[in-house]
C-alpha cells in the first residue's frame, strides 16, 4: 500500500497547464450541446426539434457558465494556488470535479423546480449519473484542447527564445573576442577553495541534496566537480548577469547555451557540450527571454572555445 501512495502522490504533484480562455468555455459549450442534440438524455428525446434545440442551448450555456463561475469564485478564493506556474495534475482534477458537482447541482435544482412530484432521492441520483456520463465528452475534449494550446505556447516561446539566441550570438560574434576575465573562486560550505576557473568555464551547476555538481569546459573536454553547498549559495558567488537560475535544481551559463527547445511540460536548454537538457520553470520562461535580450544589448563577449 505504501508502495503505491508515494507515486500516486508524485503523480498528482506533476506540473500541469492551467488554461482559461474562450475556448475554455466554448468548448464545452459546443461540446455539452451536440452530446445533448444527439443523445438526448434527461427525456430529450420526448422534444420536438424547436424545442429541443432551445434546451440543449440551455443546458450547454449552464455548462459552460458553471465552468466560468467555478473558476472565477476559486481565483478569488485561491489566487496563489490558481496561478499557472502553481497548476497541477491533482488541482486540474479537483477542478473538474467542482465544475461537475456545480453543474449536477444547477441541473438537479432545475428540474426539482420542474417536476416537484419526482422523488428527491431518485431525481439527484438520476441527474448526478447523467451528468457524469454526458461530461465525458467536453471534459475529453477540453483537455485536449488545454494540451494542445500549451503546446503551442511552449512551441512559440521556444521560437521566440531561439530567435533572440541567435540575434545575441550574431551581436556577440560582431562585437569580436574579448580578454580573457579574470579566474573565480567557488568556494564550499566551510569557505574552502574548491575550483578556481574563469567564468566562461563553467557550464551548469546541477543541485543533488546537500551538494552540488559543477559541470566546466576543460580543453575540449567537460570536467565535473562535486562541492558540498546549495546551489542558492553558488547563485550568489557567480552573480554575473549571464548566469541565469533556469530551475530550482539548474543554474546555468547562458554564454553557452546552443537551442531552446519546448514540449507539454516546460522549455529545456542545450548547452554546449552537454548531452543533458536543462529544465526551465515555467515561472522563469519570461524571466528568461528578457535575460537574453539584456545579453544581446550588453554584447557579452563570446567565451573562448
Not at 39 to 59: I, M, N
Request: charged fraction near 15%; proline fraction near 5%; aromatic fraction near 10%.
Amino acid at each position: 500500500m505504501h508502495q503505491l501512495i508515494g507515486p500516486t502522490i508524485r503523480f498528482f504533484n506533476r506540473p500541469h497547464p492551467f488554461i482559461f480562455n474562450k475556448g475554455s468555455l466554448l468548448v464545452p459549450f459546443v461540446v455539452t450541446l451536440l452530446v445533448l442534440l444527439l443523445f438526448r438524455p434527461f427525456g430529450f428525446s420526448e422534444f420536438e426539434a424547436g424545442p429541443l434545440l432551445g434546451w440543449s442551448l440551455f443546458f450547454a450555456g449552464v455548462a459552460a457558465g458553471c465552468v466560468y463561475a467555478v473558476v472565477r469564485l476559486l481565483q478569488r478564493l485561491f489566487p496563489q494556488q490558481m496561478e499557472t506556474g502553481n497548476w497541477t495534475i491533482g488541482k486540474e482534477v479537483l477542478l473538474i470535479l467542482s465544475v461537475l458537482f456545480c453543474i449536477s447541482l444547477v441541473i438537479f435544482l432545475l428540474f426539482l423546480l420542474l417536476a416537484r412530484d419526482t422523488a428527491v432521492g431518485q431525481l439527484f441520483q438520476t441527474v448526478v449519473i447523467q451528468t457524469v456520463l454526458i461530461s465525458i465528452f467536453p471534459v475529453l475534449t477540453l483537455l485536449l484542447y488545454e494540451q494542445y494550446t500549451h503546446q503551442k505556447v511552449k512551441r512559440q516561446e521556444a521560437q521566440a527564445l531561439n530567435a533572440r539566441l541567435l540575434q545575441q550570438q550574431a551581436g556577440l560574434q560582431s562585437g569580436g573576442s574579448a580578454e580573457l576575465s579574470p579566474k573565480i573562486n567557488l568556494l564550499e560550505e566551510n569557505q574552502k577553495v574548491a575550483l578556481r576557473i574563469q567564468p566562461a568555464q563553467l557550464l551548469f551547476v546541477k543541485s543533488e541534496g546537500n551538494y552540488v555538481e559543477v559541470f566546466y569546459r576543460q580543453g575540449q573536454k567537460t570536467e565535473r566537480k562535486l562541492l558540498r553547498n546549495s546551489l542558492k549559495a553558488m547563485t550568489e558567488q557567480l552573480s554575473l548577469p549571464h548566469f541565469f537560475r533556469c530551475h530550482k535544481s539548474y543554474l546555468v551559463n547562458l554564454q553557452h547555451l546552443q537551442e531552446v527547445t519546448g514540449n507539454a511540460r516546460n522549455l529545456e536548454l542545450t548547452i554546449e557540450q552537454v548531452q543533458e537538457k536543462i529544465p526551465v520553470s515555467r515561472s522563469k520562461s519570461a524571466t528568461l527571454l528578457q535575460t537574453l535580450q539584456d545579453l544581446e544589448q550588453d554584447r557579452l563577449p563570446i567565451p573562448p572555445k
